[in-house]
């Protein structure tokens, strides 16, 4: 069983800023890309921060210059700083994994969400 377990959402101010937090445990193999999506009523899910296991990320035009993806492998965790953060960026923020499982000899790589942890930002 593998578990995603997103923290640190909450209700701020615009200009504020909120640090999440999600956690990969279970029987994992080893972790590949992790990204960050949100979810806003009535809209699709979209992508805005991706961080592979070597460190590399990249983000949507959106949040760029304001929210930073960061990894810590030795802790299968990734973050999302949000800084400065606006009244658009609320949302459902979503973590997800792309996840080797089993062991060598039964490797699978399937992809993992997280159950979604609420941002609410007002003006």
């Known amino acids: 069983q593998v578990q995603l377990v997103e923290s640190g959402g909450g209700s701020v101010q615009a200009g504020e800023s909120l640090r999440l937090s999600c956690a990969v445990s279970?029987?994992?193999?080893?972790?590949?890309?992790m990204s960050w999506y949100r979810q806003s009523p009535g809209k699709q899910r979209q992508l805005i921060a991706r961080i592979t296991s070597g460190g590399s990320a990249d983000d949507a035009d959106t949040v760029k210059g304001r929210f930073t993806i960061s990894r810590d492998n030795a802790k299968n965790t990734i973050y999302l700083q949000m800084d400065s953060l606006r009244p658009e960026d609320t949302a459902i923020y979503y973590c997800?994994?792309?996840?080797?499982?089993?062991?060598?000899?039964?490797?699978?790589?399937?992809?993992?969400w997280g159950q979604g942890t609420q941002v609410t930002v007002s003006s």
């Open positions: 997800n994994a792309y996840i080797y499982t089993g062991t060598l000899a039964t490797l699978r790589e399937g992809a993992y």
């Open positions: 279970g029987n994992v193999f080893t972790v590949n890309a």
